[in-house]
């Protein structure tokens, strides 16, 4: 290792935020060094960016090192951590490597948007497989989560080996494999871990997560208890639980019925790389009107309360050949992520309203975490027995939770690690050594931009006081010609005194021009903004709000 050579961490997302994760780990002198980009992931928007599709990392700070970026490394096929991949790839071009499920889970949504979004060539990895890149070596490494294939990553380097966890949890009894690697963590310690990268998600709940096994006893028994209907709503990504779900739904007579794009995509990859073999074929939506009340089981998207899930849908009574009846169950399979409750409390109360039963993990074990609680994290440490703990992917409560957690459990270092912070791991000490430019991104129809570039600001603006266009014409002698013309989008009808709210902006655009001598009207731009601040000012007396305006006046 040259005096210089140094190992450094660096979270572009998912460090002090829920989602989006994306980490890059950098090795050699800080004007050479050589970069490897662990999972790309995106976050999804709230009610506060109107219009955004998705929300993705700012890789900014990679332009000026793309030419050292060696390769990307998916731990997983969630959207948190390969979400970005395929707007953000075409700017890097660099080798991907991914499980065949992720590859797979890739293909089939470049199929779906029709091709909108560009092929990302992926090389196949699996937990076992090493990848020499650069000064890095990447070993897979098994773990449980919620979702197939799923890995740990063992980077080796010259300054030290480093374990990036990804999402991983302890279950001895998962629905759909594989197990979290105990004897192979334990053979990574031996070796020698300097620094360990962890899931921080439940690092506020204490114990261990249930088992996956508990939860599927759980819904087969509500399942062959139902009288009517069952709809299970969960991510469509958890295909050990659809699996679970699909069985306990024969095991009991019914048929099963899966509605929702996202759902059936990750079915038919996961059938094609053999993960539901053995589990009988579905029914059609046409089907399901011909299928009595008590031999049916639904499996459906919508768990978050998106608004054009099937589960909202249902819930407006909005699909042409699936509705529910009074004494139909719908089980909510998941959590709320964080911001979707009310949402996901509409939902529930338009189902409600049409005599369905709700289910949910507070009524019985219908769900668990596919993240590790406190003491799964102590087994953690246990096996690699690492030098540093570095708490990843998580709000500041989680990380900063972690963090008390690893320090009781006798590590030494554990720093504290935001988005953008630069952490020398070695040589020397563990500190942050300087800040990445990062941030966030948009993804809004078919271009990505920033916050300005997207126009999200003036939109949000536009959300709250609407918009008022006004056209005036000025004749030879700057006199105005027949009536203004005013349009209104997002503003009350009326005003406060009963008036209509158009007249009276149509009468402050009048009086702003006739209010100015002849002689100075031929400012063309300042009478413009005479209209302008006058229909601002007239709505703003008469509404107590600023509309945003947009005057013309032309001349002829």
Same mark, same amino acid.
């Not at 508990?214 to 009517?228: N, Q, T, Y």
């Not at 063309?524 to 229909?535: C, F, K, Y």
């Given at each position: #290792?040259?005096?210089?050579?140094?190992?450094?961490?660096?979270?572009?997302?998912?460090? &002090?935020?829920?989602?989006?994760?994306?980490?890059?780990?950098?090795?050699?002198?800080?004007?050479?060094? *050589?970069?490897?980009?662990?999972?790309? @992931?995106?976050?999804?928007?709230?009610?506060?960016?109107?219009?955004?599709?998705?929300?993705?990392?700012?890789?900014?700070?990679?332009?000026?090192?793309?030419?050292?970026?060696?390769?990307? =490394?998916?731990?997983?096929?969630?959207?948190?951590?390969?979400?970005?991949?395929?707007?953000?790839?075409? !700017?890097?071009?660099?080798?991907?490597?991914?499980?065949?499920?992720?590859?797979?889970?890739?293909?089939?949504?470049?199929?779906?948007?029709?091709?909108? =979004?560009?092929?990302?060539?992926?090389?196949?990895?699996?937990?076992?497989?090493?990848?020499?890149?650069?000064?890095?070596?990447?070993?897979?490494?098994?773990?449980?989560?919620?979702?197939?294939?799923? #890995?740990?990553?063992?980077?080796?380097?010259?300054?030290?080996? /480093?374990?990036?966890?990804?999402?991983?949890?302890?279950?001895?009894?998962?629905?759909?494999?594989?197990?979290?690697?105990?004897?192979?963590?334990?053979?990574?310690?031996?070796?020698?871990?300097?620094?360990?990268?962890?899931?921080?998600?439940?690092?506020?709940?204490?114990?261990?997560?249930?088992?996956?096994?508990?939860?599927?006893?759980?819904?087969?028994?509500?399942?062959?208890?139902?009288? @009517?209907? /069952?709809?299970?709503?969960?991510?469509?990504?958890?295909?050990?639980?659809?699996?679970? %779900?699909? $069985?306990?739904?024969?095991?009991?007579?019914?048929?099963?019925?899966?509605?929702?794009?996202?759902?059936?995509?990750?079915?038919?990859?996961?059938?094609?790389? &053999?993960?539901?073999?053995?589990?009988?074929?579905?029914?059609?939506?046409?089907?399901?009107?011909?299928?009595?009340?008590?031999?049916?089981?639904?499996?459906?998207?919508?768990? *978050?309360?998106?608004?054009?899930?099937?589960?909202?849908?249902?819930?407006?009574?909005?699909?042409?050949?699936?509705?529910?009846?009074? !004494?139909?169950?719908?089980?909510?399979?998941?959590?709320? +992520?964080?911001?979707?409750?009310?949402?996901?409390?509409?939902?529930?109360?338009?189902?409600? $309203?049409?005599?369905?039963?709700?289910?949910?993990?507070?009524?019985?074990?219908?769900?668990?975490?596919?993240?590790?609680?406190?003491?799964?994290? *102590?087994? #953690?440490?246990?096996?690699?027995?690492?030098?540093?703990?570095?708490?990843?992917?998580?709000?500041?409560?989680?990380?900063?939770?972690?963090?008390?957690?690893?320090?009781?459990?006798?590590?030494?270092? /554990?720093?504290?690690?935001?988005?953008?912070?630069?952490?020398?791991?070695?040589?020397?000490?563990?500190?942050? =050594?300087?800040?990445?430019?990062?941030?966030?991104?948009?993804?809004? @129809?078919?271009?990505?931009?920033?916050?300005? $570039?997207?126009?999200?600001?003036?939109?949000?603006?536009?959300?709250?006081? !609407?918009?008022?266009? %006004?056209?005036?014409?000025?004749?030879?002698?700057?006199?105005?010609?027949?009536?203004?013309?005013?349009?209104? =989008?997002?503003?009350?009808?009326?005003?406060?005194?009963?008036?209509?709210?158009?007249?009276?902006?149509?009468?402050?655009?009048?009086?702003?021009?006739?209010?100015?001598?002849?002689?100075?009207?031929?400012?063309?731009? #300042?009478? *413009?903004?005479?209209?302008?601040?006058? +229909?601002?000012?007239?709505?703003?007396?008469?509404?107590?709000?600023?509309? /945003?305006?947009?005057?013309?006046?032309?001349?002829?």
């Amino acid at each position: #290792m040259a005096k210089q050579d140094e190992l450094v961490f660096l979270p572009l997302g998912g460090v &002090g935020e829920i989602g989006m994760n994306l980490a890059l780990y950098g090795y050699g002198p800080p004007e050479h060094r *050589q970069w490897i980009m662990v999972d790309c @992931g995106v976050t999804f928007p709230g009610p506060d960016l109107p219009g955004v599709d998705l929300v993705l990392p700012d890789i900014r700070f990679l332009a000026s090192e793309r030419k050292n970026l060696k390769a990307i =490394i998916i731990t997983h096929a969630h959207e948190d951590h390969y979400g970005a991949l395929a707007d953000l790839w075409p !700017g890097l071009n660099v080798p991907v490597y991914a499980s065949g499920f992720t590859a797979g889970l890739l293909e089939a949504k470049r199929n779906f948007e029709k091709a909108r =979004i560009g092929e990302v060539p992926v090389t196949p990895f699996k937990a076992g497989d090493t990848i020499n890149v650069g000064p890095f070596s990447i070993e897979g490494v098994a773990v449980n989560h919620s979702i197939p294939e799923p #890995m740990s990553l063992m980077i080796r380097t010259p300054a030290g080996n /480093v374990i990036h966890t990804g999402d991983w949890k302890i279950d001895h009894e998962p629905s759909l494999g594989p197990l979290t690697d105990e004897t192979r963590f334990r053979q990574l310690g031996d070796e020698g871990v300097l620094a360990l990268m962890c899931d921080s998600t439940n690092a506020l709940r204490d114990g261990v997560s249930p088992s996956e096994k508990d939860v599927s006893e759980s819904l087969r028994k509500i399942i062959e208890d139902a009288e @009517g209907r /069952v709809a299970i709503t969960t991510f469509s990504s958890n295909v050990g639980r659809i699996r679970t %779900v699909a $069985e306990a739904a024969e095991a009991a007579g019914r048929e099963v019925l899966l509605l929702g794009s996202s759902l059936k995509r990750v079915v038919d990859v996961a059938q094609d790389i &053999g993960l539901m073999e053995g589990v009988k074929p579905f029914i059609s939506e046409e089907e399901y009107g011909y299928t009595p009340r008590d031999k049916v089981v639904v499996i459906l998207t919508g768990s *978050q309360g998106e608004a054009r899930a099937a589960l909202a849908k249902l819930s407006r009574d909005e699909m042409r050949n699936v509705a529910f009846a009074a !004494g139909d169950i719908v089980v909510f399979s998941s959590r709320a +992520i964080p911001g979707n409750e009310k949402a996901i409390q509409d939902i529930k109360n338009g189902l409600v $309203e049409q005599g369905v039963h709700i289910i949910t993990d507070t009524e019985a074990l219908v769900h668990v975490s596919g993240h590790p609680r406190r003491n799964e994290l *102590q087994r #953690m440490y246990e096996w690699t027995r690492p030098k540093v703990v570095v708490p990843v992917h998580g709000e500041a409560t989680h990380l900063t939770a972690h963090k008390e957690l690893a320090e009781q459990s006798g590590i030494a270092i /554990v720093p504290r690690v935001r988005n953008g912070d630069i952490l020398r791991l070695a040589p020397g000490p563990v500190e942050v =050594i300087g800040e990445a430019p990062h941030g966030r991104i948009y993804k809004d @129809g078919m271009l990505i931009g920033d916050f300005d $570039e997207m126009g999200i600001g003036e939109r949000k603006k536009l959300s709250y006081v !609407g918009h008022v266009a %006004v056209s005036v014409v000025l004749d030879a002698r700057y006199d105005i010609v027949g009536d203004p013309d005013l349009v209104s =989008i997002g503003l009350p009808v009326y005003d406060d005194e009963g008036d209509e709210m158009e007249d009276t902006l149509f009468d402050a655009a009048i009086s702003a021009i006739e209010s100015i001598p002849r002689a100075r009207r031929k400012d063309i731009d #300042m009478l *413009q903004e005479a209209v302008r601040r006058a +229909i601002r000012a007239a709505a703003n007396q008469s509404w107590g709000k600023k509309p /945003v305006v947009t005057a013309f006046v032309t001349k002829v």
